[in-house]
DNA sequence: CACAATTTGTTCGTATGTATT
DNA sequence: TAATACATACGAACAAATTGT
């Protein structure tokens, strides 16, 4: 059933918690949650949500730009690299 | 020319690595890599170039701080002290 | 044009835990 | 025990660019 949220960060485990929220990013956008050429929240958004530190959700994101499945435009924000995901495609 | 980089560090030699690459900042100060009053490559930036912990250019970084051949700016960056060395004040 | 809000980029400051010497 | 060194993580502050009013 269940299995939770699957969105609960572990502290001072073996799994740092910028891998952890890595993770729970890409399956975000797995599920459709954000959808390919659309912004992810900021950063600072991210990390109120989860209680953790800008930075580390910035590592979190750098992990998954540096796979393609998200690109970063400085000063505009984070977006979900088009082509992920077999959902649809351009409609706007 | 001369000898080469001269860059390298020793790991679990006889000395710290942290004095080692102190060294190495204060020969590029004083060969005029980095001019007076001009901001260092900050810590993150230098500890990549070496392959080190930023703790460790950190230590490094104060070292030369210690002794004047540089000044820390609390979150703005390191800087040449002006004087250190005969070669300054404005170009740009 | 001015102004504020948002967002990424970058910096130093600090603390914890672990491993090695 | 202590010094050294690394990875992780948080905090605070500022810069630069864009967007909206």
Chains 1, 2 share one sequence.
Request: aromatic share 6%; proline share 10%.
């Amino acid at each position: 059933m269940e299995y939770g949220p699957d969105d609960d960060l572990i502290h001072g485990g073996p799994v740092p918690v910028y891998r952890q929220l890595a993770e729970i990013l890409r399956a975000r956008i797995e599920r459709g949650d954000w959808k390919p050429n659309r912004p992810l929240p900021g950063e600072q958004r991210i990390a109120d949500e989860f209680g953790i530190a800008r930075l580390t959700v910035r590592k979190a994101v750098h992990v998954l730009a540096d796979e393609g499945v998200v690109f970063v435009v400085p000063q505009r924000g984070t977006f979900v690299s088009p082509g992920d995901h077999p959902s649809e495609s351009g409609e706007e």
